[in-house]
């Protein structure tokens, strides 16, 4: 038994990952909600919410904005209008740079509150091409 002292049960381990990923999921949600009103929240669960355009925009459908998504290894943040203008992520920090993915994903494993503030500005600079290139 002496070599056990100090360590954590597994379901301890399970319990604490779940509560990053809440955490990080509500705060990553956050960084959208003042979006809400001039787009439309296509889902709003536990594990996904997603934002999309209004207007039918893009060959006659809405189009994606952004989204949070819970998965089993991280929370992804996906902005699409990244996609569109990849200049939007120029300066960005290095940190911010380490957890993306492709070329609009950001994945985390707890909350950040640094990187969630530099992800609401790009976020910002996002929302304002969608509205400069009339797709809201």
């Known amino acids: 038994m002496s070599g056990s ?3 954590r049960p597994a379901s301890e381990g399970v319990r604490d990952r779940a509560d990053d990923f809440a955490k990080a999921f509500y705060g990553l949600k956050l960084v959208f909600a003042k979006y809400e009103k001039h787009l439309h929240v296509n889902a709003d669960t536990r594990e996904k ?3 999309e355009t209004r207007a039918h925009s893009y060959q006659g459908k809405p189009l994606f904005f952004g989204a949070v ?4 290894a991280d929370v992804s943040f996906h902005l ?3 996609y569109w203008e990849p200049s939007l992520a120029k300066g960005i920090s290095a940190n911010l740079k380490n957890r993306m ?3 609009s994903c950001f994945n985390f494993l707890g909350p950040d509150a640094a990187l ?3 992800l609401a500005q790009l976020t910002g600079r996002g929302f304002a091409l969608y509205k400069r290139k009339n797709l809201l």
């Open 116 to 118: 969630f503030r530099e």
């Open 69 to 72: 998504i819970r998965g089993r």
């Open 5 to 7: 002292r100090g360590a």
């Open 80 to 82: 699409m209008p990244l």
């Open 49 to 51: 919410y997603y934002l």
């Open 101 to 103: 993915q492709g070329k």
